[in-house]
């Protein structure tokens, strides 16, 4: 939906474009993500956009970034929630599986992949180890939580990627990934106490 020739301040602009962005991602994949789709979405020009995020790539780093950023956000206050007994660990595995399959996270990191833009996955990694940093007692030494950070993230992934013709392929039901990854948290906490991705 286009915002018109209104004026926008720069970081209104960058939000609009972004917004626009992920728009976009869900209704077509991130080879619809591109600085004339999204000029045109929201009534701007190739150059502006251009003058925000130097290249398409650029683009789809920061919408990358930015759906990281909002859903760790979100990983990071449930798992806080967690470790008093205000949540479960299956809503935290949901929150880390939709960020990849229904918000198009890993269709959109796959297609930055593929278009041989691995160095731009950098920024997504670090705010992925920021929220590590941020909820674990001692992030460096916390060695459990990392591994249970990696492991979810991949299964996540793989999940948005494959997950669905896998289970159709062996008979499994569509949530099993999400199923192993709950017990896999689960496993962890039993195992690594405190240290866990999760406490409850």
């Known amino acids: 939906m286009s915002i018109g020739r209104k ?14 962005a992920r728009d976009l991602l869900l209704e077509a994949g991130p080879q619809a ?3 004339k789709a999204v000029a045109g979405r929201i009534g701007r020009t190739h150059a502006n956009l251009l003058h ?16 990281t950023e ?38 959109l990191t ?33 060695r459990s939580l990392h591994d249970d950070t990696l492991t979810l993230v991949l299964l996540a992934l793989g999940d948005a990627l494959m997950g669905e013709p896998m289970a159709r392929s062996l008979g499994l039901p569509r949530t099993r990934a999400r199923d192993i990854a709950v017990r896999l948290m689960m496993a962890s906490m039993e195992h690594d106490g405190p240290g866990a991705i999760v406490q409850s």
């Open 52 to 67: 925000h995020f130097g290249s398409a790539a650029g683009l789809q780093t920061a919408l990358a970034t930015s759906i």
């Open 70 to 107: 909002s859903i760790c956000g979100e990983i990071a206050e449930r798992i806080q929630k967690a470790r008093t007994g205000e949540a479960k660990s299956r809503e935290i595995v949901d929150l880390a599986f939709d960020a990849f399959d229904k918000h198009g996270a890993g269709a």
């Open 33 to 35: 993500v591109t600085l």
């Open 110 to 142: 796959s297609w930055m992949i593929l278009s041989g833009n691995e160095a731009m996955l950098e920024p997504i990694v670090e705010t992925i180890h920021r929220m590590v940093d941020q909820i674990a007692v001692d992030a460096h030494e916390d």
């Open 7 to 20: 004026r926008l301040s720069p970081e209104a602009s960058r939000t609009a474009a972004l917004e626009a």
